[in-house]
């Protein structure tokens, strides 16, 4: 085993806590990161890429910014729960006071 882990500093915890505070704010990323590029693919493609990315157009959602519009609503769940917590935690301080 390392060091890290057995000489009892409490470094281990520590870097636990920071791997999760950097996992927590990295899901986040996902959603706007797929909106981000459904919106540059639309606004500078001139369709050439979807053309080898379709199956002869046979579907409603071929294509490049279908895929990243649905692959950004997948990834929404994360910020649902972040905004619903935040909307929890706020009526919650409201009714007290």
């Known amino acids: 085993m390392s060091q890290g882990y057995c000489d009892g500093s ?8 920071a791997t999760r505070r950097v996992a927590n704010w990295l899901y986040l ?5 797929f909106a981000t590029m ?3 693919t639309g606004a500078f493609s001139d369709g050439s890429a979807d ?17 990243y519009l649905l692959m950004s609503a997948f990834h ?12 929890w935690t706020s009526q919650i301080s409201i009714s007290r006071t």
């Not at 409490?10 to 806590?17: D, F, I, M, T, W």
């Not at 080898?52 to 910014?65: N, Q, W």
């Open 10 to 17: 409490g470094g281990a915890p520590r870097r636990n806590a």
């Open 76 to 87: 929404l769940a994360p910020w649902l729960k972040l905004i619903s917590s935040r909307t």
């Open 29 to 33: 990323a996902a959603a706007p990161t």
């Open 38 to 40: 459904a919106i540059l």
């Open 51 to 67: 053309a080898l990315c379709s199956t002869a157009s046979a579907s409603p959602l071929g294509g490049m910014v279908p895929m």
